[in-house]
């Protein structure tokens, strides 16, 4: 028997580090090499088959934040999860990520999540050490690298956390 669910998963990320992007490869499967900024939020919605379990992701892509206090967490209700996304190349990103999780947090306890380091096709270019990155894995946070660009590591990020927000 298929059992179908409905999940809200919440993009949270600062500017221009690849928010609509990653959900434009994950719900489109393209890339556009334009930048737009979001204003407010997006919605997209992709289905995504989990073994029995028909999950509809509804994505909520918010407007980049560098200033904490203008998230409105109020996007964030009903969330079953996030996706925090950091730019590799720019390692403020990274702590404007873990600045969010941080808030959300505390605003709306702990919820499943996925960190995605971006822009990965720019590997070369990375600021963010591997250091960095084992040091948040052993924190338990689920870091992956991504590319909006390739599609690398966006489908599986996706349904890692579209598994993780049904059980």
């Known amino acids: 028997m298929t059992t179908t669910v409905q999940k809200k998963i919440c993009m949270l990320g600062g500017f221009s580090v690849g928010k609509?992007?990653?959900v434009k490869r994950f719900v489109q499967s393209i890339f556009s090499e334009s930048y737009q900024?979001?204003?407010g939020v997006k919605i997209d919605k992709k289905t995504v088959t989990l073994g029995d379990k028909v999950v509809h992701l509804?994505?909520?892509d918010l407007a980049g934040e560098d200033d904490m206090s203008s998230l409105r967490m109020s996007y964030l209700r009903g969330s079953a999860g996030y996706v925090l996304v950091a730019d590799g190349t720019r390692p403020a990103t990274l702590e404007t990520a873990l600045s969010l999780r941080r808030r959300v947090e505390a605003d709306c306890g702990p919820l499943p999540f996925a960190l995605l380091l971006n822009k990965y096709d720019l590997r070369e270019q990375w600021a963010v050490s591997d250091g960095d990155l084992e040091a948040l894995?052993?924190?338990g946070c689920r870091?992956?690298?991504s590319s909006a660009?390739?599609?690398e590591g966006v489908e599986d990020a996706f349904t890692d956390l579209a598994t993780r927000v049904t059980h």
């Open 58 to 60: 509804i994505l909520w």
């Open 143 to 145: 870091v992956r690298s």
């Open 137 to 139: 894995r052993g924190s």
């Open 20 to 22: 609509t992007s990653l």
């Open 149 to 151: 660009r390739t599609g």
């Open 37 to 39: 900024t979001t204003v």
